[in-house]
């Protein structure tokens, strides 16, 4: 009896035979003998040895003794059961009685009074309870909230760890003071946990078995704040399944997912309505209503990340006759954009808090400094090896280990990205380390990159774009293959953002050249897409670059650029830049350019007066042909015939679209040969054959889904929803409709009003 209860009590501490046998300071031999009933009545220094190191409560002890002298019976079988009799679906066994009620530790510090959002990480965590998932890492960027979410949830499900709660900040990141060693924090669980101090082991190891042994048989909560690293967090995991450890960090700790299992919970910035609740709790949800657009306007210049957000609440706190407003413009005159994120300590300023991040790093600070230049919104590994002049492989490895201590994000395979604050961050360090010629010398490479892709690009997607030679690329720029239109469409689909803030960057940082040649870059694909707004903001800042250069071939590209744009906003506008373009063409003798630019003259008239378009078409077919630009002439011929559509002459327009159709054809032109389908679709529709009409539009619409043209594609849709209706075919004019609505809504075209009207005649309320 007395060696069965022996068993059951070192079963429950989940210690081995051999490890009670070092506790207590006899023989294995000793304590099989004893849980076999071998050894006979045991003596009561033996009996004591063995309560101490089985850890027995007053009461225990006292059962435990009389049974030893053959006096008592053993307590309850199921009180010494060990939990894994459970099933798995049901909830883990409460600790042994008398164990757990002397020492029930409470170890969680306050939570923050005002905790705002985060609904679906706190609906996460706790249906991951019902796993039991041993532990979980939350991690995320410095300031984002972790601890305060970590503490709050650690407060909601507490009493479902009803044998305690033990915290410990392991200060793997803070001002002045040493981290806290696995050791140290095993030592204060043993103490919480009230083991006497002279069972507790001196080294790590025999602590952490020590600690494993004391939660075997409970259900714990750990709350392991602020980590380091993996190796601070390994050994304050217990054994128990029935026990969850809740770790933060700045880091990831990928070694702890791989090896131990834990669940990976990366925090992110709260959405604008979270940062909305987090302002509204603190200064009172009539005051933020009452300023709603001024609260908006600090959350902004917050970036959203409560740390900083806290900071400017309490300044407005502090100051509750003051109009948010005034705090607004207090951040704005700053110097700074995280000067004033201060409040009044280490802990609660923003820069002083993301420098424990910046300390941590090697060989990668260079590179994170440098991402501070980059303009946004996110940078993939080639543009920052550009940035940093290294080897794209070594860069895409330090960007990892950034991504790791959530100094940036990883947004999307291979796409990074820090938010506002940490940008700003990075580029106030970069000032100060690296000299101003590093600096620039670092833009330089990475517009470089980004022109000379964007060029490589271009020229797939459309092969007989008007070239641009740009200088070569400054020794250290990365350079990526772009094997065929795919790669194209796709490149420019990641980079767009980039590429147009990389241009903006470049007009304002002395780069002038690199600012209209990357505009041009870019526009095929905008052309495709449709992006008409985009596209004019971004020429009327080349323009300038342009001008201040005093390159008439910058400032004629640019202009007739922007003419195609403005084509489809402000036709006067657009011939007022066409006009300028014209005239420098003709002065630098660039006549297939010139070509160009009168054709789409012409096409400013079209809307209102399309028979004023036919003087300057004409004119343009002359100067292409004389030229030997055949694509110019396909492209003329098209539009030609597209004009003689539009003045009812639909015989005609057929027979011009077809020999653009031809000649397009022949050169390998798919982008006009769509264009000329579509035309000769509108041409037969006219002269009554729509089957043919039909047929026609389903081959532009083929090639411009290839070419992934959106405007194109919803206008084509237009056309053949006019000739489904014509057939009386209402259902698919329908379906053409709503689709080209859908694009049209998209790109915010003008042409999505008109569209609306058609469809509401049909019956059908978009």
Not at 169 to 187: D, M, Q, S
Not at 481 to 489: G, M, S, T
Request: one cysteine or more.
């Amino acid at each position: 009896m007395f060696g069965e209860l022996t068993r059951d009590y070192r079963r429950r501490l989940a210690l081995s035979q051999e490890e009670l046998a070092a506790r207590a300071g006899l023989s294995s031999r000793a304590i099989r003998a004893i849980e076999t009933g071998r050894s006979g009545a045991p003596r009561p220094s033996t009996v004591r040895l063995l309560a101490e190191a089985l850890e027995l409560s007053d009461q225990e002890r006292r059962r435990y003794a009389a049974l030893a002298a053959g006096r008592g019976t053993p307590a309850a079988p199921a009180a010494a059961t060990p939990p894994a009799a459970a099933s798995p679906a049901a909830p883990p066994a409460a600790a042994p009685a008398g164990a757990a009620a002397a020492r029930v530790p409470r170890g969680l510090p306050l939570a923050v009074p005002v905790f705002a959002g985060r609904g679906a990480y706190l609906r996460y965590l706790t249906a991951r309870l019902d796993s039991r998932p041993g532990t979980i890492v939350i991690s995320g960027t410095a300031g984002v909230g972790k601890s305060t979410l970590a503490v709050h949830w650690a407060h909601q499900v507490a009493d479902r760890f009803p044998d305690g709660q033990l915290f410990v900040n392991l200060h793997g990141f803070g001002p002045g003071r040493a981290a806290v060693t696995a050791g140290e924090a095993i030592r204060g669980f043993l103490h919480a946990l009230e083991v006497p101090e002279r069972r507790i082991p001196a080294d790590l190891a025999g602590q952490a078995a020590c600690y494993r042994s004391a939660l075997a048989g409970r259900r714990v909560l750990v709350v392991v704040d602020n980590a380091r690293d993996a190796d601070q967090v390994r050994p304050l995991v217990p054994g128990n399944p029935d026990c969850l450890v809740l770790v933060t960090s700045r880091r990831q700790l990928t070694s702890l997912v791989v090896t131990e299992g834990a669940v990976p919970v990366l925090l992110d910035l709260p959405s604008l309505d979270e940062a909305r609740a987090l302002l509204a709790g603190r200064l009172g949800a009539p005051r933020v209503a009452a300023e709603s657009a001024a609260a908006d306007a600090l959350i902004d210049r917050c970036a959203r990340l409560p740390l900083a957000l806290a900071v400017v609440a309490a300044r407005a706190a502090l100051r509750p006759a003051f109009p948010l407003s005034s705090i607004v413009a207090e951040l704005d005159a700053a110097d700074d954009q995280l000067g004033p994120l201060d409040g009044g300590d280490a802990v609660s300023d923003v820069r002083t808090v993301f420098s424990w991040s910046y300390r941590q790093l090697s060989e990668d600070a260079a590179l994170f400094r440098l991402l501070g230049l980059h303009p946004g919104p996110d940078i993939d590994a080639a543009a920052a090896a550009s940035l940093a002049g290294r080897p794209v492989d070594e860069v895409r490895r330090w960007c990892a280990r950034l991504a790791d201590g959530n100094l940036v994000t990883e947004a999307g395979p291979g796409r990074f990205v820090l938010h506002d604050l940490m940008r700003s961050y990075a580029g106030e360090l970069a000032g100060r380390v690296d000299s101003p010629a590093q600096r620039r010398a670092a833009v330089r490479r990475m517009l470089d990159f980004y022109l000379h892709t964007g060029r490589a690009a271009a020229t797939r997607l459309a092969p007989h774009h008007d070239p641009i030679t740009p200088d070569p690329a400054a020794a250290g720029t990365a350079r990526i293959a772009v094997r065929d239109q795919d790669d194209a469409l796709a490149w420019f689909a990641a980079e767009k953002g980039a590429l147009l803030a990389a241009s903006r960057l470049a007009a304002e940082s002395g780069f002038d050249t690199h600012a209209w040649q990357l505009a041009y870059t870019v526009h095929p694909y905008l052309h495709r897409q449709g992006r008409w707004h985009e596209a004019a903001d971004l020429l009327h800042g080349a323009l300038g670059a342009a001008r201040r250069l005093g390159s008439d071939a910058g400032q004629a590209h640019t202009h007739q650029l922007l003419g195609r744009v403005l084509v489809h906003l402000d036709a006067q506008e657009a011939r007022q830049h066409l006009e300028s373009a014209y005239a420098l063409f003709r002065g630098l003798g660039d006549t297939g350019a010139a070509a160009r630019t009168q054709q789409v003259i012409g096409i400013t008239y079209e809307r209102d007066d399309p028979a004023r378009s036919l003087p300057h078409a004409r004119l343009a077919l002359r100067l292409a042909t004389s030229a030997g630009n055949r694509y110019l002439q396909g492209r003329i011929l098209n539009g030609l015939g597209w004009l003689h559509a539009l003045l009812g002459d639909h015989a005609e327009a057929e027979a011009h679209c077809r020999r653009a159709l031809g000649l397009m054809t022949e050169i390998g032109d798919d982008d006009g040969a769509a264009d000329a389908w579509d035309s000769i679709g509108f041409a037969l529709h006219h002269l009554g054959d729509l089957t043919g009409a039909v047929r026609c539009y389903h081959e532009a619409l083929r090639l411009y889904r290839v070419l992934g043209h959106r405007y194109y594609l919803a206008l084509t849709l237009t056309h053949l929803g006019e000739t489904h209706r014509a057939a009386g075919r209402t259902a698919l004019a329908r379906q053409a409709w709503g689709d080209a609505l859908e694009v049209f809504t998209e790109l915010r075209s003008p042409e999505r009003d008109g569209l609306r009207q058609r469809l509401g005649e049909l019956g059908h309320t978009p």
